[in-house]
């Protein structure tokens, strides 16, 4: 058995035109987490292992809520508190033929919006039109996933996941299904990805899907993304990014331009950041983000409020360790 973890601190400042706000926030290069994984050789090339990883806020003390069902959060069904493996609670089975893996887990199309994202979906600098898939927009509940083993650099992850919802229930809100084709070969890396998920309102889904890419050039690697959220009833949202790190001196430097639009409401951001290693697992990095609306969007960073059409900007400064 393993155990492992992030403490990630930052002191982060957040401007808008109508107010501003400082805080000294978790995760901002990396996302805060204690975990303990391990495997059993049952023989035969087969093999069972398990994963529980929770969400620490250490910024104050406290831990991160999951969600039981798929569910919107609501006073009736809070999400449990206190210490929950909410990042990710599995048990599988594996051999040369894949990976079944049952639990609560990080859902496909996620995985495509944080691999190519040079900040990795933490922080001011995260992608803006990052996780637009609802309730599961990042992780699943109530999952069952298969993940095929490499066929030339070609992998498939196929996932459904249910709400528990009763036979009663016509909506069957949080059930779900998704699924990921990625393709890895030296420094190219390419993945498509889609998810739908059925809503508390009969017969409307969320359904997103998105293609992803990076290449690495030596001095520096590319990044690209498109992504669609298609929710029945409403405007389409589209997103996208265009970003790159490189290796400087003893750390990274880490760049993103990214959007988001549903019809005209729409913002711009533009991140820059700096990640300096003092060692294998410490890290101090910075990181400058600004946000322009338009079309009656009020986009804000770090918890300001920023007028519709308003600008924002905000920082992070802060300190990583892993163990």
């Known amino acids: 058995m393993t155990l492992f973890g992030v403490v990630d601190a930052a002191y982060a400042k957040g401007t808008g035109t109508v107010s501003s706000k400082t805080q000294l926030k978790n995760s901002g290069y990396n996302s805060s987490r204690i975990g303990f994984r391990g495997t059993e050789d049952l023989g035969g090339g087969l093999k069972a292992s398990f994963w529980l990883e929770a969400g620490v806020n250490n910024d104050d003390g406290t831990a991160s809520a999951s969600n039981t069902n798929n569910q919107a959060v609501t006073a009736a069904s809070p999400g449990t508190q206190g210490l929950t493996f909410n990042r990710r609670s599995t048990v599988s089975v594996e051999s040369s033929f894949g990976e079944v893996r049952l639990g609560r887990d990080y859902t496909p199309q996620f995985w495509t919006e944080t691999a190519y994202d040079p900040f990795g979906t933490n922080g001011v600098g995260t992608n803006i039109a990052f996780n637009k898939g609802g309730v599961t927009g990042v992780r699943a509940s109530n999952s069952m996933g298969y993940l095929s083993p490499s066929f030339s650099g070609v992998k498939v992850w196929a996932q459904a996941y249910m709400g528990e919802n009763a036979s009663t229930n016509a909506a069957k809100a949080g059930d779900g299904t998704a699924f990921r084709v990625s393709y890895d070969n030296g420094p190219l890396s390419v993945a498509l990805a889609s998810s739908s998920t059925k809503t508390a309102v009969l017969n409307v889904k969320n359904k997103t899907s998105n293609i ?110 892993s163990f």
């Open 212 to 321: 992803g890419g990076s290449y690495d050039l030596g001095v520096a690697k590319l990044f690209a993304q498109t992504n669609k959220t298609k929710v029945d009833g409403a405007k389409d949202i589209k997103g996208g990014l265009f970003g790159a790190t490189a290796p400087v001196g003893a750390g990274t430097v880490r760049a993103a331009m990214s959007s988001t639009a549903q019809g005209d409401v729409k913002s711009n951001q533009f991140a820059l950041g700096y990640v300096y290693s003092l060692s294998k697992r410490t890290d101090l990095y910075a990181t400058y983000a600004s946000v322009k609306n338009k079309g009656g969007a009020a986009v804000a960073l770090n918890g300001s409020v920023t007028e519709a059409n308003g600008k924002s900007t905000g920082y992070d400064f802060g300190v990583k360790h």
